[in-house]
């Protein structure tokens, strides 16, 4: 079981509150600076997953400076819809299951909210709505069509003999 992310104590500004928690010892968002990384620290979090490709930041060496920090990084990099297939999602998976508090990120958010709601569907059972919702929890927004289109995919080559798609939502 993971730790919880620690709270900002009461009347101080939370410098994290442009983060989601849509779990227990997860935060997930858009892109970090170096600025950002004592607050994360200071606020439990162990771990720093990137969905962004190096290209993204070419004047920011994101890996190094989490690592100067004392946090562990991990990179998996998104380009775009076509990346968002099982090989990954099960991979992002294993990343958010090393424990310990973690922040997963990319430019937006968007690409995170896509693999949680993939992850969602293709790793714990949930119907389409109920993963898109976990998705928007995460951050997912310009890749829900493409999000939708997967499991629609997903559903139809596993649909049984009544057509019929299963798992609630």
Avoid: K
């Avoid at 190096?54 to 989490?66: C, L, Y």
């Avoid at 690592?67 to 990954?88: K, M, S, V, W």
């Avoid at 928007?136 to 003999?161: H, I, K, M, N, P």
């Amino acid at each position: 079981m993971q730790a919880p992310v620690s709270a900002t104590p009461a009347g101080q500004h939370d410098p994290l509150v442009r983060f989601a928690r849509p779990a227990a010892g997860i935060l997930a968002g858009g892109r970090i600076a170096a600025a950002d990384l004592p607050a994360l620290r200071a606020a439990g979090v162990v771990r720093v997953v990137d969905l962004s490709r190096d290209e993204e930041t070419p004047d920011f060496d994101e890996a190094a400076a989490v690592r100067a920090a004392g946090l562990e990084y991990a990179n998996l990099p998104i380009a775009g819809p076509q990346d968002l297939d099982r090989a990954t999602v099960q991979a992002f998976d294993a990343l958010l299951a090393e424990g310990g508090p973690v922040l997963v990120h990319c430019a937006s958010g968007n690409r995170v909210g896509a693999l949680a709601a993939l992850r969602a569907a293709w790793l714990h059972g949930a119907g389409e709505e109920a993963a898109i919702a976990e998705g928007r929890r995460w951050g997912l927004t310009s890749l829900e069509g493409a999000v939708r289109e997967r499991l629609r995919a997903t559903c139809l080559a596993e649909a049984g003999q009544d057509g019929r798609c299963d798992g609630g939502g």
